[in-house]
């Protein structure tokens, strides 16, 4: 009885360490396994502005001002210039108003809301 309690114990202890192998698949920069930005995103004055997925279609609301558009996208990492975005097109035009915490960006179908990254934490 005692050799098979033993044999018991050897055997939880061999399956236990089975399931603390090593991971050897490499992080990315972005932590997601395509290796790409999943959040779109516009760095505008300084400030990243991040989509609040709320929809593609608003009305773009009184008060807001086209200042520019995005001249470059990269999906692999966060925007780190002015003008430029991750998970959105070159050309998309980009609105403020005198409230800086949100930015509006034109779709096709009408305005997306991006919420500072300060205002997001």
Known sequence: MKKRIEILLIMFCL??????TYNNEELTP???PSDEVQ????MYNGVIYFYT???????????YEQVGEV?????RQEPVEDWCGSRVEV???IYVSNDTATIYVE???GY??????SDLE
């Open 15 to 20: 399956l236990s360490f089975s399931g603390c």
């Open 30 to 32: 972005t932590g997601y």
């Open 39 to 42: 959040r779109p995103q516009i």
């Open 53 to 63: 997925a709320d929809g593609f279609d608003h009305p773009l609301p009184d008060g």
């Open 71 to 75: 001249k470059e996208v990269d999906n």
């Open 91 to 93: 050309g998309q035009k």
């Open 107 to 109: 779709y096709e179908t």
């Open 112 to 117: 997306a809301e991006f919420d500072a990254a």
